[in-house]
């Protein structure tokens, strides 16, 4: 990929959002894939309860959002984790173990979701402040274990949670993601997700599923698997 002024390749921490923005940055050693509402923080949850989390049909069928990107991420050789507000601290912990084993600066490409507004091709992507603040959080806890050469984009982002850190709970049910989950009945996952540093599970895409890191001895634990087929349930965009 020849170097644009967008790829934020000088910088370790980097901040793009959807699929397109992960084909904007240069290639990273790690990818961060956040999608509070709800994608990544179900993933977090599940494999905080022991259980994988698969990234296959059924996934694609109810988010149109952090599937998208995990699979896109998935085919790239990044390790491809998932973070949200509830895990914001342990994924930098776990991108600090990943460049402690590699004995190397590792560079982080923090992916946010967004939403999309349809599955049509040409279908637009929605800022989605949920996602903007959990990234936020997850690049001021690199900064606090050192991992702190942002890029200007990563930089936003870490000081807007820095600054409205204490009304994420008030800001998530307030927002319009919030608020659509909530007419559906979800406003306790609302609620939860708003959680800061709630479990220090943090999912590792594996062989087509996602699983709690450390999930191999040798940190080889990204890349291939993307199949699986189930019957798919209503579509909820996450």
Do not use: K
Request: glycine share 8%.
């Amino acid at each position: 990929m020849d170097a644009t002024p967008f790829d934020q390749q000088t910088y370790q921490v980097r901040l793009e959002w959807g699929v397109a923005g992960l084909a904007r940055l240069a290639p990273a050693d790690v990818i961060v894939v956040v999608d509070v509402l709800r994608f990544s923080t179900r993933g977090t949850d599940a494999v905080a309860a022991g259980d994988a989390f698969p990234l296959d049909d059924s996934s694609h069928a109810v988010s149109i959002n952090g599937a998208a990107v995990s699979a896109a991420a998935a085919r790239t050789d990044a390790l491809v984790l998932l973070g949200c507000l509830r895990n914001a601290s342990s994924v930098a912990a776990a991108v600090l173990a990943e460049q402690e084993r590699r004995g190397d600066r590792t560079s982080v490409a923090i992916i946010a979701a967004g939403e999309l507004t349809g599955r049509d091709e040409d279908a637009s992507l929605r800022f989605a402040i949920e996602d903007q603040l959990a990234a936020g959080a997850i690049i001021e806890a690199l900064g606090a274990r050192g991992i702190d050469h942002t890029s200007p984009d990563a930089a936003v982002a870490c000081e807007a949670f820095r600054g409205l850190g204490r009304a994420v709970r008030h800001l998530l049910t307030a927002s319009g993601s919030g608020r659509e989950l909530t007419a559906t009945g979800r406003a306790d996952e609302v609620a939860a997700a708003a959680v800061l540093d709630a479990t220090d599970a943090v999912p590792v895409f594996v062989e087509g599923a996602f699983v709690a890191y450390p999930a191999a001895p040798d940190g080889a634990a990204h890349r291939t698997g993307l199949s699986g087929t189930a019957e798919p349930p209503v579509e909820v965009r996450e």
